[in-house]
């Protein structure tokens, strides 16, 4: 699903053959040990916080939840800019308004949502400004490619 998404690298460490060294805690909250790594979290990275009473592995084994996380953690999207591809209606109107934006608007509009991304609002709002930020990048990639 997020194969060609660059936003999005997974990785897999069998404690009993590879130690790992630092603060990372390892089994800390629960087996399996969920964490994501970007540059705000660094080498340290920051653990899954689960949405619900059940176990990890069941929470995170239905293909919808690890779909949200991902793209929570990730602060990315399976919305395809260049086809409309697994986009919602409204990214799509997103899409539409903005393609037509000059780079520095884009990026403008990049700052700003980057900003207010770590501020306190409903679930939904939050899943609506990683939204456009996922296409804002994915914007901002064409117009440099050009």
């Known amino acids: 699903m997020f194969a060609n998404n660059k936003d999005v690298a997974f990785g897999d460490v069998n404690l ?11 089994g800390a909250g629960g087996w399996p040990t969920i964490k994501y790594f970007n540059k705000a979290t660094g ?30 953690a990730g602060n990315t999207s399976l919305c395809k800019v260049e086809d409309g591809a697994g986009c919602e209606d409204k990214e799509k109107e997103f899409i539409a308004k903005f393609k037509a934006k000059s780079s520095a608007e884009i990026e403008a509009q990049l700052t700003r949502l980057n ?7 409903k679930p939904d709002l939050i899943k609506w400004i ?8 994915q914007l901002s990639t064409s117009k440099a490619e050009l």
């Open 130 to 137: 990683r939204q456009r930020i996922a296409v804002l990048k």
């Open 43 to 72: 080498y340290e990275g920051k653990p899954y916080e689960k949405k619900t009473s059940g176990a990890m592995c069941d929470e995170l084994g239905k293909d919808e939840n690890m779909q949200a996380y991902v793209q929570e």
């Open 16 to 26: 009993s053959e590879e130690q790992v060294r630092g603060n990372h805690n390892p």
């Open 115 to 121: 900003k207010m991304k770590d501020g306190k609002m």
